[in-house]
Nanobody, 124 residues
Framework: QVQLVESGGGSVQSGGSLTLSCTAS????????MGWFRQAPGQEREGVAA????????YYADSVKGRFTISQPQAKNMVSLQMNSLESEDTAIYYC?????????????????WGQGTQVTVSS
């Protein structure tokens, strides 16, 4: 079983930056995707970014391209999300995901494991 723990959420003013981190424990496959999703009140959970743990290829939602950067700065069981130029529309609970089943990286059904989420609030 794999457990994911997120950290780094908080409140920031529009235009500010935050960095989210996620650490996976347990039997994470050597080849996997780790991703970030978010869910705003009343909305469905959506894919924000993902990274392949083999090769480091990255994927982004159009809404965050050029502002967010996903990376694995320290180890293959960790993933970070650097968020710059934050906007009020970025306010949501952010979730880390792993255990990719293949298919579209941005679909929630393609991931087996989820963290508890961390709140990001951007005030204008």
């Amino acid at each position: 079983q794999v457990q994911l723990v997120e950290s780094g959420g908080g409140s920031v003013q529009s235009g500010g930056s935050l960095t989210l981190s996620c650490t996976a424990s347990g039997n994470l496959l050597a080849s996997d995707f780790m991703g970030w999703f978010r869910q705003a009140p009343g909305q469905e959970r959506e894919g924000v970014a993902a990274i392949s743990t083999i090769g480091g290829r990255t994927y982004y939602a159009d809404s965050v391209k050029g502002r967010f950067t996903i990376s694995q700065p320290q180890a293959k069981n960790m993933v970070s999300l650097q968020m710059n130029s934050l906007e009020s529309e970025d306010t949501a609970i952010y979730y880390c995901a792993a255990g990719f089943r293949g298919g579209a990286w941005g679909e929630t059904s393609r991931y087996r494991y989820w963290g508890q989420g961390t709140q990001v609030t951007v005030s204008s």
